[in-house]
């Protein structure tokens, strides 16, 4: 799967999941400043995402890495680590 695959499923889960407005999504769009996510909205989209790509996060290992997410491109990263 390409970074621009990955990239587009997870801007599908902020549209649909969230209902972000897709035209402000950027790879480097802030997602609790620019796409106004919150804290709660963090461990909704890491459910999205296990169940998107099919992975499971294990918090103990990945409790650092999640909470230096800020960006889109973070995300990507992150999932790119976990395939």
């Given amino acids: ?3 621009q695959e990955i990239i ?3 801007k599908n889960i902020l ?4 209902e972000v407005d897709e035209d402000i999504i950027k790879a ?3 997602l609790y400043e ?3 996510l919150d804290s709660l909205d963090s ?3 890491v459910v999205a995402l296990e169940n998107e790509f099919q992975f499971k996060v294990d918090r103990t290992k990945d ?4 909470r230096q997410m ?3 491109k973070d995300v990507t990263g992150f999932i790119q680590s976990k395939m």
Wanted: charged fraction near 50%.
């Fill in 28 to 30: 480097e769009s802030n």
């Fill in 34 to 36: 620019e796409l106004e």
């Fill in 43 to 45: 461990v909704d989209l």
């Fill in 70 to 72: 800020r960006t889109l």
């Fill in 1 to 3: 799967m390409t970074e």
């Fill in 15 to 18: 549209v649909e999941e969230f």
């Fill in 8 to 10: 587009e499923r997870i």
């Fill in 63 to 66: 409790e650092e890495k999640l």
